[in-house]
T-cell receptor
Framework: AQTVTQSQPEMSVQEAETVTLSCTYD???????LFWYKQPPSRQMILVIR??????QNATENRFSVNFQKAAKSFSLKISDSQLGDAAMYFC????????????FGTGTSLTVIP | TAGITQAPTSQILAAGRSMTLRCTQD?????MYWYRQDLGLGLRLIHY???????GKGEVPDGYSVSRANTDDFPLTLASAVPSQTSVYFC?????????????FGPGTRLTVL
């Protein structure tokens, strides 16, 4: 089964600064999808950004961007101009196209934004 | 739009009792999932269903059962609850193809088994 690793249980960033959250995954598949989800204290899971493995261009959504390194199996999330509302747990997720519709999640990174 | 609803929001349950967590989606997604979230362990898949009438086991299926009688509903049943099943449970759904294939999540159910 695919595994997703988030090696940073906790991170902190100063408001208005930039922070990068790491994610690596293990797979033998050539085509798949990657996602970052945000879970604020409200507990609701919110999609932040998605990346298709066959696309070399890194996905961007406003202040959120990814650095997708397919050969290295790395998928980091960069948050620019951090805001207090960015404080949350962030989960990296892998979607296999070979094993049905299953998603695989990392253990999460808790991000604190310091005013 | 409602998206995915879960009930109850929270519950305290005596060990040995049974309980069904309800999940309903109105997006006509073919795939549905149940996860449990525990501190430090992230989201772990309990059961999933790729289409109405079919179900499959995830990473931690023991002690749980599911059914998928129709597209919209995917209840999760604990036949005889144990304290280790204390967790936050999330229901999710997705399409199985196309570019917009992320998972959509319900608000979660916090279950405490005493």
């Amino acid at each position: 089964a695919q595994t997703v690793t988030q090696s940073q249980p906790e991170m902190s960033v100063q408001e208005a600064e930039t922070v990068t959250l790491s994610c690596t995954y293990d797979t033998s598949e050539s085509d798949y999808y990657l996602f970052w989800y945000k879970q604020p204290p409200s507990r609701q899971m919110i999609l932040v950004i998605r990346q298709e493995a066959y696309k070399q261009q890194n996905a961007t959504e406003n202040r959120f961007s990814v650095n997708f390194q397919k050969a290295a199996k790395s998928f980091s999330l960069k948050i620019s101009d951090s805001q207090l509302g960015d404080a949350a747990m962030y989960f990296c997720a892998y979607r296999s196209l070979d094993t049905g519709n299953q998603f695989y999640f990392g253990t999460g990174t808790s991000l604190t934004v310091i005013p | 739009t409602a998206g995915i609803t879960q009930a109850p929001t929270s519950q305290i349950l005596a060990a040995g009792r049974s309980m069904t967590l309800r999940c309903t989606q109105d997006m006509r997604h073919n795939a549905m999932y149940w996860y449990r979230q525990d501190l430090g362990l992230g989201l772990r898949l309990i059961h999933y269903s790729n289409t109405a009438g079919t179900t499959g086991k995830g990473e931690v299926p023991d002690g749980y059962s599911v059914s998928r009688a129709n597209t919209d509903d995917f209840p999760l049943t604990l036949a005889s609850a144990v304290p280790s099943q204390t967790s936050v449970y999330f229901c999710a759904s997705s399409l199985d193809r196309g570019p917009y294939n992320e998972q959509f999540f319900g608000p979660g159910t916090r279950l405490t088994v005493l």
